[in-house]
């Protein structure tokens, strides 16, 4: 299993552009989620999925979309990039978010000049 | 907003020593876990605790749990250098919102070879 796949590791987008964060995972998780990660901040919930079809926002959204086509991929969207975006970006999944831990991706690091 | 909060916030010690985190967070839970991050990587799962468990062992982990008190510790026992790294607590409420794992600021551990 590769576990949680996330790319690209590194983006540096221009203000206002648009860019697709991928997130993959090979475990037949059913939740998924996106959280971003800041200095001092800790890590925060952007979206979540329980499972194919079914997405909610979590409590940093604006500015962010995801889709949940399928249950492997839950990709996060930056609709006009802010340099307020800039984060290290983690996707992390579980098979039930009630009572197991998370696994997360490698992260992506992206800056928005 | 922050749920669980760690202290200390960084945290100095000799290899061989043992180390202790400390969780407070604020609402009832369902459960609590504990992750580590070494530098620039993801998140690694060691231990999820359920609210109505005190203690609980992994390897050279123990963590304990007191939901009168709402706080939680993560001792490390007999630390070597490789345990250097970032450690989180997360909690998941036991209310509606519970979807949701919060995540704590974090205490960096440095171990000193």
């Known amino acids: 299993n590769a576990g949680v796949t996330q790319t690209p590791k590194f983006q540096v987008l221009k203000t206002g552009q648009s860019m697709t964060l991928q997130c993959a995972q090979d475990m037949n998780h059913e939740y998924m989620s996106w959280y971003r990660q800041d200095p001092g901040m800790g890590l925060r919930l952007i979206h979540y999925s329980v499972g194919a079809g079914i997405t909610d926002q979590g409590e940093v959204p604006n500015g962010y979309n995801v889709s949940r086509s399928t249950t492997e991929d839950f990709p996060l969207r930056l609709l006009s990039a802010a340099p307020s975006q800039t984060s290290v970006y983690f996707c992390?999944?579980?098979?039930?978010?009630?009572?197991?831990?998370?696994?997360f991706g490698s992260g992506t690091r992206l800056t928005v000049v | 907003s922050q749920q669980g909060e760690e202290d200390p916030q960084a945290l100095s010690i000799q290899e061989g020593e043992n180390a202790t985190m400390n969780c407070s967070y604020k609402?009832?839970?369902?459960?609590l876990q504990w992750y580590r991050q070494n530098s620039g990587r993801g998140l690694v799962h060691l231990i999820l605790?359920?609210?109505?468990?005190r203690e609980k062992h992994s390897g050279r982990l123990r963590v304990t749990l007191d939901t009168s008190k709402k706080s939680s510790s993560l001792l490390i026992t007999a630390s070597r250098a490789a345990d250097t790294a970032s450690y989180f607590c997360a909690t998941r409420d036991s209310g509606g919102s519970n979807y949701k794992l919060t995540f704590g600021k974090g205490t960096l551990l440095t171990v000193n070879p």
């Open positions: 605790i359920r609210s109505n468990e």
């Open positions: 609402t009832s839970i369902n459960n």
């Open positions: 992390a999944s579980s098979y039930d978010w009630r009572v197991d831990g998370y696994t």
